[in-house]
């Protein structure tokens, strides 16, 4: 069920009784006023968790005219009602020229059916507007002419075949020329233009060429620039090859993807701060030089945030795909003019991207190695690809999509002899190693059966499939006896026995968790936002859950009394003594990507430096060594245990570029 639906609203610390119209804490409750209880409904009900000043007139006032002191004075209400029951978390942020913000999400989906209120608001929309919103119901309710799409005489034409990979495919309105990247003899990222399926390479300097987006006319780029500095650039096509300039500064971890506006006047991009940040969608007018941030999705869940768009009906609308777990995505249908949710739709699959197709007034959305058709709210299968798709674009009925073949094995290395070579090996992805506490078991993720899967292998000895997972990819760890390993679903805590594979659940999904480690005793570490923030919890059979962090914890691992963690958004490691609290910093320069891999052993803390290697810190001399060096091939997914250090490594990805044309049946 909807947990919003429900009577009760679990919100951080505190739960609202839509019933009596009361928080309450576990000490004490508060009736709220009618405006401020439906101010936190209209919060809580809101995209992102975020109303802006118009949405609270229309939505909590029905429209009337009203003073800012009014408005001022129900957040402030809201504010002191909330702080009353839990002083030790502020709950209301304000967004300068945006609005307001809930910062502790509510536990479950974020969807709210509408109140009477914000029915009544609908009703306000005139104009475009009002017809955006006709067209969304009447396909939801009534059939339409137009059917599933189909591909034209079954017909995948391939377009590339080189050695390597081309990736990152756009195309003109008109679908005559296509835009992608291909690395160049020195391995630098270039630009790629193709026309007439003839292909020439319109780029040639020592710089990386990313995230190509070839404007609708065809006669522009916006593209990242990357060497030891990172460019937004604008390119004009010549026949001479390009002439480019840049718009702004960014940076690797920002995660930029580009949609241009159909009239060509600027473009759409995803952002993020790092990688402790969710992504955000953001508008840049070519005619001002000016980005303008469009949508705040909440800081606080693990979740990647705004990861797609696409322009819909010639620019008036803008549909936004936001992460909320592997299997499910939230699609939101915002109005480009003044950025109101009109909209939104929550899909059970992962998704990569999403294009519009105006013909069909559909969705077009890759996941893995399929196309799907979403349509009248209803996905239908359009491709299966056999290779992961890397991406895809759309012009008219054409279809252009580059598909991503990725190997990686698992290296192992004596530190007795300093010698390296394979242990794992296969055709598709090895993933992830694990030794267990002595290193004569070692558990792996493997997609060489077409899907993630735990695999163990004994001494060494032929590896064997153990369990399938539920969601692909996640993180392993053993148990501390080496019975089980265990992993996180959609917030529940799972074990899998490692004599039989045999799957069982510990915690429920209530329990929120992500990360999972083993403790003394029979106990588990997990991290969990089920105070509002990621924090880091115990929990032992006999006597339940218990909070071991107060100020951020995320990834963690006890021993001899101490707890030692990291957090979800500042890089660091620290140090606490589980019996006065106490905590001290260890490593400043303790990445937050280490959270998947960081291990204690016998020398210290195994740890990653990005772009340098493997190092051990000794909390009792504080002195840090060299473990191992990086190489290009390297991925910091590793593992260490009795003198042997396991680690992975790409293989060089292949792809090519696949044309197709799409029809009704």
Request: proline share 4%; glycine share 6%; net charge negative.
């Amino acid at each position: 069920m909807n947990s919003l639906a429900q009577n009760e609203i679990h919100l951080g610390k505190l739960t609202l009784c839509k019933q009596s119209r009361e928080l309450r804490s576990h000490e004490r409750k508060l009736a709220l006023e009618p405006r401020v209880y439906e101010l936190l409904l209209q919060m809580l009900s809101s995209p992102n968790f975020l109303v802006s000043r118009d949405q609270l007139i229309e939505s909590v006032w029905q429209g009337r005219v009203v003073s800012d002191s009014a408005i001022n004075r129900a957040v402030s209400q809201l504010r002191k009602n909330l702080a009353e029951l839990d002083p030790g978390q502020d709950y209301i942020e304000t967004i300068p020229k945006l609005g307001y913000r809930l910062k502790v999400v509510p536990a479950g989906p974020v969807t709210l059916p509408a109140s009477k209120h914000s029915y009544r608001a609908l009703f306000w929309l005139t104009g475009v507007a009002l017809l955006t919103l006709i067209w969304w119901q009447s396909t939801e309710d009534k059939p339409t002419s137009i059917e599933r799409l189909t591909i034209e005489d079954k017909k995948v034409q391939p377009l590339t075949g080189d050695d390597g990979i081309e990736f990152d495919v756009s195309l003109s309105a008109d679908g005559q020329q296509l835009l992608y990247h291909k690395a160049d003899t020195a391995g630098r990222i270039q630009l790629w233009h193709m026309q007439l399926q003839h292909a020439y390479q319109v780029s040639d300097t020592n710089t990386d060429k990313l995230a190509a987006k070839l404007s609708p006319d065809g006669q522009q780029v916006v593209y990242i620039e990357q060497d030891t500095d990172c460019q937004v650039m604008l390119a004009e096509l010549t026949e001479q090859g390009v002439i480019a300039a840049p718009l702004f500064s960014c940076s690797e971890e920002n995660g930029l993807r580009f949609t241009w506006m159909p009239d060509g006047k600027g473009f759409y991009y995803r952002f993020r701060q790092d990688k402790t940040h969710p992504f955000a969608i953001y508008m840049y007018r070519l005619d001002t030089s000016k980005s303008r941030q469009l949508t705040l999705p909440a800081n606080i869940s693990n979740g990647l945030g705004d990861i797609a768009m696409t322009v819909s009906h010639e620019g008036e609308n803008l549909l936004v795909a936001t992460y909320q777990g592997q299997q499910n995505t939230l699609l939101t249908t915002y109005r480009t003019k003044d950025m109101q949710a009109v909209n939104q739709h929550e899909l059970a699959m992962g998704i990569k991207d999403i294009q519009w197709h105006s013909a069909s007034s559909s969705l077009i959305i890759s996941s893995g190695p399929y196309l799907h058709q979403w349509h009248n709210n209803v996905v239908s299968p359009l491709l299966y690809a056999g290779q992961s798709i890397q991406s895809f674009a759309l012009a008219g009925q054409a279809l252009v999509y580059s598909d991503n073949l990725q190997r990686s094995a698992i290296w192992q290395q004596s530190l007795s002899d300093t010698k390296t070579q394979p242990r794992i090996n296969s055709s598709k992805l090895d993933l992830q190693p694990r030794l267990n506490h002595d290193g004569s078991q070692l558990a792996f993720i493997s997609t060489r059966q077409g899907q993630h899967q735990i695999w163990l292998q004994v001494g060494l000895s032929e590896p064997r499939l153990l369990a399938d997972l539920p969601a692909g990819f996640t993180r392993l760890s053993w148990r501390h006896d080496d019975s089980a390993l265990l992993y996180t679903h959609l917030g529940a805590v799972y074990q899998v026995n490692a004599s039989d594979g045999t799957t069982s659940k510990i915690l429920p999904e209530q329990t929120q968790a992500y990360l999972v480690n083993p403790a003394p005793a029979g106990a588990l570490l997990y991290s969990s936002i089920k105070s509002g923030d990621w924090q880091l919890w115990l929990w032992h059979p006999d006597s339940g859950h218990r909070q071991l962090t107060e100020h951020g914890g995320y990834s963690g691992w006890i021993k001899d009394g101490q707890l030692y963690y990291s957090k979800f958004h500042m890089a660091g490691l620290w140090q606490q003594d589980l019996n006065s609290g106490q905590a001290t910093k260890l490593i400043e320069d303790f990445a937050v990507t280490n959270w998947l891999n960081w291990q204690l052993i016998q020398e210290g803390i195994l740890y990653h430096r990005p772009e340098d290697g493997l190092y051990v810190f000794n909390p009792r001399t504080r002195e840090t060594r060299l473990f191992l060096a990086q190489d290009a091939d390297f991925v910091h997914q590793y593992s260490f245990a009795n003198g042997v250090l396991l680690y992975v490594r790409l293989d060089t990805p292949q792809g090519d570029l696949y044309r197709l044309t799409l029809s009704p049946p």
